[in-house]
Nanobody, 125 residues
Framework: QVQLVESGGGLVQAGGSLRLSCATS????????MGWFRQAPGKEREFVAA????????GYADSVLGRFTISRDNAKNTVYLQMSSLKPEDTAVYYC??????????????????WGQGTQVTVSS
């Protein structure tokens, strides 16, 4: 079983930047598709960004395109979400998710069996 642990959340002013990290441990495999999702109070969990198992492809929600960048360091078993030009509407709990042995790009939460506990991101206006 793979464990995912997010870090890097916090409070930031609008226009600022944060970098989230998601470290994987346990029964990690060489091909592991990963994604970031977020959930604001009273709202459903929504897709933010994804990266394919090989790292060659990335995908983003329209709301973060051009502001957020997903990347991975396979040597460190870690995926990152660099967030820039943050807006108050980006405030949410951010979750990383993973799926073993998949080279595809998954943009739906149902496509990921592995989840972290989440990290809070708060953007003040």
């Amino acid at each position: 079983q793979v464990q995912l642990v997010e870090s890097g959340g916090g409070l930031v002013q609008a226009g600022g930047s944060l970098r989230l990290s998601c470290a994987t441990s346990g029964r990690t495999v060489s091909i592991y598709a990963m994604g970031w999702f977020r959930q604001a109070p009273g709202k459903e969990r929504e897709f933010v960004a994804a990266i394919s198992g090989s790292g060659g492809r990335t995908g983003y929600a329209d709301s973060v395109l051009g502001r957020f960048t997903i990347s991975r360091d396979n040597a460190k078993n870690t995926v990152y979400l660099q967030m820039s030009s943050l807006k108050p509407e980006d405030t949410a709990v951010y979750y990383c998710a993973g799926r073993s042995w998949s080279s595809l790009l998954h943009t739906k939460a149902a496509g990921y069996p592995d989840w972290g506990q989440g990290t809070q991101v708060t953007v003040s206006s």
